[in-house]
């Protein structure tokens, strides 16, 4: 993962906004470009898979998977998920 540089603070709705955002997250702030490969996809399916077992076993909720997220403020609940 590499960061780009820049002083300029970037919000989760700058990251939505943004055409090629699906390839790039937030660290602190500043864009890091995600290096995905096969070998990664393997490991974040099967952690998503044994998260997911987990809270099925236990009726505690769901897992989503890496392409989406939820952002819960203190006022709001908001979950983005491409498509």
């Given at each position: 993962?590499?960061?780009?540089?820049?002083?300029?603070?970037?919000?989760?709705?700058?990251?939505?906004?943004m055409?090629?955002?699906e390839?790039?997250?937030?660290?602190?702030?500043?864009?890091?470009?995600?290096?995905?490969?096969?070998?990664?996809?393997?490991?974040?399916?099967?952690?998503?898979?044994?998260?997911?077992?987990?809270?099925?076993?236990?009726?505690?909720?769901?897992?989503?998977?890496?392409?989406?997220?939820?952002?819960?403020?203190?006022?709001?609940?908001?979950?983005?998920?491409?498509?």
């Amino acid at each position: 993962m590499s960061i780009a540089s820049g002083s300029v603070r970037l919000t989760p709705d700058d990251l939505l906004s943004m055409p090629d955002g699906e390839r790039f997250e937030l660290v602190p702030g500043q864009l890091a470009e995600l290096n995905l490969s096969g070998l990664s996809s393997l490991i974040a399916a099967e952690i998503n898979r044994r998260q997911g077992n987990f809270a099925h076993n236990r009726g505690a909720g769901f897992v989503l998977q890496s392409d989406c997220f939820a952002r819960f403020l203190r006022s709001r609940r908001r979950s983005v998920c491409p498509g």
